[in-house]
């Protein structure tokens, strides 16, 4: 059995074309991790570049609205780019201008992967061309332009559903055409090992910010963290540092779309089960036959059928759990923390606020929530206003 | 010593796979199953039959083929859209095998193997006369978990090596069974005008290796890639060029399809 594993999660399910490219992939993160040289300089660049350390931001009017735990906004969204895609892609980028590459390339589904990956590409001058769904590319025009700002070739992908994992299918489809000089720099805490490790290690600065945050402002630890999951990047890098801890409680919050009881959803954990894809073996939306199901979601950057080999392991264990949140929950979590905290998120981080809504109350005054705001809604506000029937103009 | 059934079988009939390269260069057809239909995908596997096919690549449609270029891609959407699943492909190739000893590999990726069952699917491959099963996603580190259950069914797992394999070449091909697939080119699957690999380095270091025949496989289109690629190997796989026929002329490929192999075949021959 392959290296990479989560339990029976993860492995390397990839054709042998990459194999050899995925192994020296790992080789060389091994080395740069533990290279002094290469952690300053990303250190540098999340410090100096990226805005890093995020704040934890006390939401006291929301904590006072919703009438019970204290709630703490771990602020993402605050970074350079607008989301925690650049945490891991600095690392990424660097890792492979340190590997010699002079190319990278990327998918996306909302954008933000694509946009940060095309950021860090400009600033380290490697070329980037990203693979996007051409559904995605229409909903998140802005983004793509946004790319060509930054100087990245945007490929819409009309295979398939045209979305997130189309664009995934298509971009390991060129990787595999043109090793020598390109790096796959992937999005999220999936694919074949070792990328769900690099990209959990790199995302992991929000959790070991967070819990120094909190225990500074706190003197205790939370008792529950929410994220938002897609393929799992942002969830899994505010739940890796808080994993020892057993008493705080870890809380997923996938794609639930029109609701997991109709056939428009995205909720990989809630109704999906285990099969191999996208070179790892996790929780999938599938038919009967293991065909992989089109999966819904409002969000762009849930709408994913898998879910991160990790992930799978905690949900297994039953250390972090994973919960459904439709469309209309995360409009309407999107608009209140809109008017209560004056925070336009992304949709994708309101499907966590919208738990937060939920559990908050019947949890104490001296509890603490600290949910994940992976990113900023600006991307979302045009969407948004469509969805609630308001005709704008971008 | 007690021997199990499959154990007779194979002492009885070589497995199928190695009578493919008994006579000469071996030509190898692909085709996707239920492309345009089941009907059709049979029909066809007996005419690359008649037309001198030494070995038969049933596609399995899958919703995602990451390995496969445009072509094969939508053969294998319009393959789903007419309802094709694992289960009606074996009622197909339990038909075939009435009318036919060719033998036959199942070509697929991993989840629809998976999510059926190793044990079922390959108690289904022995049932109904499968002897090989490629899968693209599934490379050497990780086809340990269902080698042993195909073994145990008497299905051959057929290895791949790529452009890119270089040290991993020896290591697969020593554990290797049935025959080898050699990837010619970087990329996915799909017609090209040149070929640019050094496939002799890589045909020289697996023939230290190993006595398993290979086979070429991966932009093959022309009898004269054939003829030429051909001398390098045990034999040539096609792919995309038999399901560009089958887009092009749908219900009515039959005979396109067999005067196709007919001239591959003869082209790897001289």
Request: proline residues 4%.
């Amino acid at each position: 059995m392959s290296k990479g594993r989560y339990g029976i999660y993860g492995g390397q399910y990839i054709p042998e074309t990459l194999m050899n490219e995925i192994q020296y992939l790992e080789e060389c993160y091994e080395t740069y991790k533990k290279d002094p040289a290469f952690m300053n300089e990303l250190d540098n660049l999340l410090k100096n570049y990226a805005g890093r350390p995020s704040i934890l931001y006390y939401a006291e009017k929301m904590t006072k609205d919703l009438g019970g735990a204290k709630i703490y906004l771990k602020r993402e969204d605050l970074n350079h780019t607008g989301s925690h895609k650049i945490n891991n892609v600095l690392g990424q980028v660097l890792l492979a201008k340190k590997m010699g590459k002079t190319r990278v390339i990327a998918e996306t589904g909302a954008g933000q992967h694509g946009v940060a990956t095309a950021t860090a590409a400009a600033l380290l001058g490697l070329e980037c061309e990203i693979f996007m769904g051409k559904e995605d590319t229409d909903r998140q025009a802005l983004n793509v332009y946004r790319m060509e700002l930054l100087g990245a070739k945007v490929h819409p992908v009309t295979s398939g559903t045209m979305t997130l994992k189309d664009a995934v299918n298509e971009t390991m489809r060129e990787w595999a055409s043109r090793v020598d000089d390109t790096l796959y720099i992937l999005g999220s805490v999936m694919g074949p090992h070792p990328f769900p490790m690099i990209v959990r290690d790199f995302q992991s600065v929000i959790s070991k910010e967070a819990r120094q945050q909190i225990l500074e402002y706190e003197g205790k630890l939370p008792d529950a963290v929410v994220a938002c999951v897609g393929g799992g990047s942002n969830a899994m890098g505010a739940f890796y540092n808080f994993i020892p801890d057993q008493e705080v409680r870890l809380i997923g919050c996938e794609a639930a779309g029109h609701g997991v009881h109709t056939q428009k959803h995205a909720a990989t954990i809630s109704k999906g089960s285990v099969g191999i894809f996208h070179g790892m073996k996790s929780y999938f939306c599938q038919d009967d036959y293991g065909q992989i199901s089109p999966v819904y979601s409002i969000s762009a950057g849930l709408d994913y059928p898998g879910i991160g080999p990790e992930h799978a392991y905690l949900h297994d264990t039953k250390r972090a759990e994973y919960v459904p949140v439709t469309d209309e929950e995360a409009v309407d979590a999107f608009e209140y923390i809109a008017r209560t905290e004056g925070i336009i998120c992304a949709i994708e981080s309101a499907h966590a606020i919208a738990h937060v809504r939920k559990i908050a109350p019947s949890m104490n005054n001296n509890q603490i929530i600290i949910v994940c705001v992976s990113g900023r809604g600006d991307k979302d506000v045009a969407a948004i206003a469509r969805y609630k029937g308001v005709d704008i103009v971008e | 010593m007690l021997l199990r059934l499959h154990d007779i079988k194979e002492l009885i009939l070589l497995n199928r796979i190695e009578k493919a390269f008994e006579n000469g260069k071996s030509f190898i057809g692909f085709l996707t199953a239920g492309d345009p239909n089941l009907e059709k995908t049979e029909e066809f596997i007996l005419k690359m039959e008649r037309a001198g096919a030494d070995l038969i690549e049933i596609g399995i449609p899958f919703s995602d083929p990451v390995a496969e270029g445009d072509v094969i891609q939508e053969a294998n959407i319009r393959a789903l859209s007419v309802g094709t699943t694992v289960d009606k492909i074996f009622d197909m190739v339990k038909s075939v095998r009435t009318k036919t000893q060719i033998p036959l590999a199942l070509m697929t990726y991993a989840n629809p193997v998976f999510y059926y069952g190793y044990e079922k699917f390959f108690k289904k491959c022995e049932e109904v006369g499968i002897d090989g099963i490629i899968i693209p996603d599934m490379p050497y580190e990780e086809k340990d978990e269902l080698a042993e259950t195909a073994s145990r069914y008497g299905v051959k797992t057929i290895s791949l090596i790529a452009p890119t394999s270089e040290q991993r070449i020896r290591t697969i091909a020593e554990n290797a069974e049935g025959f080898l697939y050699v990837v010619s080119s970087m990329g996915v699957s799909g017609v090209r005008k040149e070929i640019n690999t050094d496939l002799k380095s890589i045909l020289k270091v697996i023939k230290e290796t190993t006595n398993i025949p290979c086979a070429i496989g991966f932009g093959i289109s022309t009898p004269q890639q054939a003829k030429e690629i051909g001398q390098m190997a045990d034999g040539i796989i096609v792919g995309s060029a038999i399901v560009k026929i089958i887009q092009e002329y749908k219900e009515e490929a039959g005979h396109q399809i067999y005067e196709y192999v007919r001239a591959m075949k003869d082209a790897i021959k001289k």
